[in-house]
């Protein structure tokens, strides 16, 4: 049973295509609330995120491996300054394949289907697609570079993400930066065996069709986050806890169904956006948060 289980987790790691070389994150649950401001009155708009990531591959031979993956991500918060809150949700199925090309380049290709919705009424318009191809050329046994590109069909439009990143480890393997721009980097130091500080940065463009409400509408949300945490690990690292703080500049845009704006370059569109926003305009503002994540670290199945 042992040795089946170590198989398994071998396979995770030869899977996943955004986790850095050593370890791999099998399944990641995340919870923020951020303090909004509205930019009309000043008043706070509190948005509660929680977000919940579970990967599973099946390894076909020794350069092909099929990823299979669910994340599901829900967001709570007032959209219209004192209505009724509304509940933002998204289902992602995350499909595809790594190959590794060579000895020094792999690839990977992900389908990513997913259902974005308050979930009231389910449609061919709360479905969308999106597309991910991300190569790794290895440089070294302390850093690889990244490079490939994201595409998804939204409800304001089409968005185009060019993505380049890199993965670097210190030799006496306390520092680590895995990144990929402009999606995601994260920074981390141990300080003390099961004690680590880091830093991270997140983004992401999404949207959410309401078209079940009385309004026919969607929401357009753009998404930069940026802060400090500070993880526990124990059981030998496989379980990790961590406390999160930072700033969230989210602006989270109310549209009719109709007035869209076409395509999309990271954050930039690629026409003038002459959207009318049906709701207030939220600045950005401080969060909270927390994460439990269960990990397997490659170095230490390595010395067994």
Known sequence: MKTKLHVILWLLILSLPLQAQDYVDIVKLSSNNAFLKNNQN?????????NLQVYFPVRINERLVVITGLTVENTNLDLLDGNARENLLMTRLNLGIK????EKLTGTYLVLPKIASNFKHIGLQDLQIGGLALWDYQVSDLWKIKFGIYVSTENHGSTITPLIGAWFRSPN???YINAVLPIRMDINYNIIKGFSVGADFLTSVKSYDLSANTRNAYVHENSIRAGAYLSYGFKDNSFIIRVRGGYDVTRYGLYNSNDIVGGQ???FTLTPDTRNQLNPRFMGGGYIGGDLIYRFDLNKEKKK
């Open 265 to 267: 370059i990271l954050l």
């Open 173 to 175: 393997k306390k520092f």
């Open 99 to 102: 190959h590794k090309h060579t």
């Open 42 to 50: 000043e008043s706070i708009m509190n948005a509660y995120n929680q």
